[in-house]
């Protein structure tokens, strides 16, 4: 029988290190897996709610990258709907990134549509990409994907969600409690400034809920920074981070390269 594809952030966070991410926004094409996977990232971020990729497109990244041995997850638009992160779990995603969490009750109901009967009400199917496209027993399809096959991910990023950070990372099968920066700062009045008080204070109240509960703290947004993610790994204990994405590296290393062109002499 198959067993279930390795998750690589619980195989990272059991041995308390970080699983690192790579976002993908604009690269379809499989290769940017193969890519991602030889420079040292241990999982994929596909994003589907800031981005133009197709589902069909989704799913032949989640299929490669599960045979490629990179964990990949997948942010769904907001509001989506049940139907739509069904289809996104059976296509292959270890799990689901769920943006803008506000509360208990939001946290509650991701969990729900992840999960199998009895933790939630994720409907059935059969040959499932995480076991390789075998038939399964049903009970040992709902325990593996319910234990490691449907991470969930509840993203905090506005003010009143970091005020109920303890409540959301109290729920029952939330797996990572993620920051979305960007959106955060901004809702903080702070945009794209990290370094203040504000986004640093609200970074430490997430850190303490996860800790807490024992969910695993995930930073999106800080890109190039050493010094805020060394802080944020080693005194705040993240151990998720979406490092880089494939259009930020597309557009600074274009940018690089031109302008180490060297000028027409006159």
């Not at 989704?58 to 739509?84: D, E, M, Y």
């Amino acid at each position: 029988m198959m067993a279930l594809h390795t998750n690589n952030l619980f195989k990272a966070t059991a041995s308390n290190q970080l699983c690192k991410a790579f976002g993908i926004k604009v690269s379809p094409h499989t290769h940017i897996v193969q890519l991602a996977k030889i420079a040292g990232y241990e999982s994929l971020f596909i994003d589907l709610e800031h981005a133009w990729l197709s589902l069909d497109q989704t799913t032949a990244l989640c299929h490669v990258g599960l045979l490629a041995g990179i964990s990949p997850f997948v942010r769904v638009p907001h509001k989506c709907g049940n139907g739509f992160v069904q289809r996104v779990l059976d296509g292959g995603a270890m799990g689901v990134i769920f943006p803008h969490i506000h509360s208990a009750e939001d946290a509650k109901a991701a969990v729900s549509i992840c999960k199998y009967p009895p933790q939630g009400c994720r409907s059935m199917t059969g040959q499932l990409p995480q076991f390789g496209l075998q038939g399964i027993p049903v009970e040992e399809t709902i325990r593996q994907a319910n234990q490691s096959a449907s991470t969930v991910f509840a993203m905090i990023e506005s003010h009143d969600a970091v005020e109920r950070a303890d409540e959301i990372a109290a729920v029952e099968g939330v797996d990572v409690v993620l920051v979305g920066s960007l959106d955060l700062s901004i809702e903080l009045g702070v945009p794209g400034q990290f370094n203040s008080e504000q986004y640093r204070t609200a970074l430490e109240t997430v850190s303490k809920a996860c800790r807490t509960h024992g969910k695993i703290f995930g930073l999106a947004g800080i890109y190039d920074d050493p010094v805020i993610q060394d802080w944020a790994i080693n005194e705040l204990g993240v151990r998720f981070m979406l490092v880089q994405q494939d259009t930020s590296l597309i557009s600074g290393g274009g940018k690089k390269a031109a302008a180490a062109v060297p000028l027409v002499r006159s």
